[in-house]
Structure formats: C-alpha cells, structure tokens
C-alpha cells in the first residue's frame, strides 16, 4: 500500500508543476510572465509545490488508515491541511500560492486513500473509479459547509472574501464544488478533456481548452474578489467565446491576447487553475495523460 500511496503522491505534485508549466494562461502565473500577480512568479510555485508535496502522500495515508466515518475523516483532513498550507506560506514567505489546490487535495487524496481501503485490489484506474472517488468528497463534506454557511448570516467580524461574496451573491466557490462531489470535473470538465485527448496529444492545447472551460462555468470567487459579480461574469463569457475559437494552430496567440488583457485589469482566475491541476492528476491517476 506504501508504493500505491507515493505513485498517486507524485501524481499530485506532477499535476501542480504542470499547472504552472501550461504556457501561456489568461492572468495565471506560467513560464513567460507571473499574470495579474505581483507578489509571485513560477519560482514561487515550484517552492510552494515542493512544501506541499510531502503531505500528498500523508493524505493518501490519512484515508487508508482512517477508522470511522467519512465526516471524521474530513476534520482529519482539515487538520493536516493546516499543516500544510502552513509549511506552503513558510515556503513562499507568506505567498498564498495554492491555497484552494490544497484544500482539494487534502480533501480528494484523504477521499483516494478511503477508496483504496474499500478496494484493496485496485492498482489501476479507470474514469468510473474517478466518479467514484470525487463523489466521496460530497458525504465528507456538506454537512460540515452546510453548518458553516448557515451560520454565515450571523457572523458580523472577521468575514473572509470569500464569505463575503457566499452573503453577498449566494456562490459557494470550491466548497460548494466539494460539498456536491465535484460536479464541475466529473460531469462537464473531465469527460470534456479525455474526449480531446482521442484526438490529439498535443497536452497544451488540451489542458488550454480544459482551462477555458473551467473558467466559462467555475464560481471562481478569486475574480469576483479582484474585480465584481459583473467582471466576473464578462470574464466566464469570453472564456467560453475563446472554447469555440481556439484550434491548434491559434490557441496560444488568442490565450496571450487575453492573458494582458487581463493582466491589465488585474484579473486572475485562480479557482479555475487549481481545478485544473485536479484535472490532471485524475488524467495521471487514469494514465491517460
């Protein structure tokens, strides 16, 4: 089980470098420019990738060794992911950098390493077992974020941007994602990026169109948070325009345009990359990618 649990391990880190390496992204650090984002840079994802990446596997093991029911296995999780996100901020001198990735994470590989424990043969993977893993994240966590955001209507100091924007327009971002199994990747995002890949290899202009797709239909509170409700959905909009331009031949010269459009406006739709990654990951878990 130990080899199993470092394999999927260096799936999730591999998935994080590959996030950042997809060149060029609308407003996302890559390797030609750091986006909307000042503070950080392709280094700083490499050393906050690196302070994740002993977690990953420590996730994986959390679920298998978990004894009880799905909602304890979640403040389990939570638990080390403070530890985590800790040892990312320690990294990157204070740089959130993948705070959201690592809430899925925490949250996917902990669901992953139940799972394993439920089928103790499985050592490949197929998109039902995938199915089957996000969906775990839904009886993990709703309860928890169901209470949390019920109680949000009370609360009167320290809101975060993100529960300012659940009070102000009802969007749950990627709790909601998790509360409900993931619904974005598993129904839309993830059949849409193994369907491209019986057609092409070419890895960039597929995870390009997987990004745009995710950016056209993701709550991405980070865009919200830096511009407004409007922005944000003017920005799902053109994303999905792109989806319907973008061929091999174009994809990296409209994403650039874009990419200083909104690095111009101090755009960035963070949520929709670390989703992404997510995507890759199953993509390796799958050995599709």
Same mark, same amino acid.
């Given at each position: 089980?130990?080899?199993?649990?470092?394999?999927?391990?260096?799936?999730?880190?591999?998935?994080?470098?590959?996030?950042?390496?997809?060149?060029?992204?609308?407003?996302?650090?890559?390797?030609?420019?750091?986006?909307?984002?000042?503070?950080?840079?392709?280094?700083?994802?490499?050393?906050?990738? #690196?302070?994740?990446?002993?977690?990953? %596997?420590?996730?994986?093991?959390?679920?298998?060794?978990?004894?009880?029911?799905?909602?304890?296995?979640?403040?389990?999780? +939570?638990?080390?992911?403070? #530890?985590?996100?800790?040892?990312?901020?320690?990294?990157? #001198?204070?740089?959130?950098?993948?705070?959201?990735?690592?809430?899925?994470?925490?949250?996917?590989?902990?669901?992953?390493?139940?799972?394993?424990?439920?089928? @103790?043969?499985?050592?490949?993977?197929?998109?039902?077992?995938?199915?089957?893993?996000?969906?775990?994240?839904?009886p993990m966590t709703y309860d928890f974020?169901?209470?949390?955001?019920?109680?949000? %209507?009370? #609360?009167?100091?320290?809101?975060?941007?993100?529960? +300012?924007?659940?009070?102000?327009?009802?969007?749950?971002?990627?709790?909601?994602?998790?509360?409900?199994?993931?619904?974005?990747?598993?129904?839309?995002?993830?059949?849409?990026? +193994?369907?491209?890949?019986?057609?092409?290899?070419?890895?960039?202009?597929?995870?390009?169109?997987?990004?745009?797709?995710?950016?056209?239909?993701?709550?991405?509170?980070?865009?919200?948070? +830096?511009?407004?409700?409007?922005?944000?959905?003017?920005?799902?909009? %053109?994303?999905?325009?792109?989806?319907?331009?973008?061929?091999?031949?174009?994809?990296?010269?409209?994403?650039?345009?874009?990419?200083?459009?909104?690095?111009?406006?101090?755009?960035? @739709?963070?949520?929709?990359?670390?989703?992404?990654?997510?995507?890759?990951?199953?993509?390796?878990?799958? %050995?599709?990618?």
């Amino acid at each position: 089980m130990s080899n199993i649990c470092e394999l999927i391990a260096s799936h999730a880190e591999k998935a994080l470098l590959v996030e950042v390496m997809l060149t060029p992204k609308p407003g996302l650090v890559d390797c030609m420019n750091s986006g909307a984002h000042s503070d950080m840079s392709y280094f700083t994802f490499i050393e906050s990738t #690196k302070a994740l990446t002993p977690f990953f %596997k420590q996730y994986v093991q959390l679920g298998v060794e978990h004894q009880g029911n799905l909602q304890q296995l979640f403040m389990k999780a +939570r638990q080390m992911g403070v #530890k985590a996100e800790q040892a990312m901020l320690q990294a990157t #001198k204070g740089v959130n950098t993948h705070k959201g990735a690592n809430y899925s994470y925490a949250t996917i590989l902990t669901a992953l390493g139940y799972y394993l424990t439920q089928h @103790p043969e499985k050592t490949t993977f197929s998109a039902q077992d995938t199915e089957a893993i996000l969906s775990l994240s839904e009886p993990m966590t709703y309860d928890f974020w169901q209470s949390e955001l019920a109680q949000l %209507k009370n #609360k009167t100091e320290s809101i975060t941007n993100g529960e +300012r924007i659940y009070l102000d327009y009802g969007l749950t971002g990627i709790k909601g994602e998790s509360m409900n199994g993931y619904p974005l990747l598993r129904e839309t995002v993830l059949p849409f990026t +193994r369907e491209l890949l019986n057609y092409t290899n070419n890895w960039q202009y597929v995870l390009s169109k997987a990004l745009l797709l995710l950016i056209s239909q993701a709550e991405d509170t980070n865009i919200i948070h +830096r511009g407004n409700y409007e922005i944000w959905l003017n920005v799902k909009a %053109k994303a999905a325009s792109l989806l319907k331009e973008l061929n091999e031949d174009n994809f990296q010269y409209l994403i650039s345009q874009w990419d200083q459009e909104l690095i111009e406006q101090n755009l960035s @739709p963070g949520g929709a990359a670390d989703l992404l990654s997510i995507v890759v990951f199953f993509l390796y878990l799958e %050995k599709i990618l």
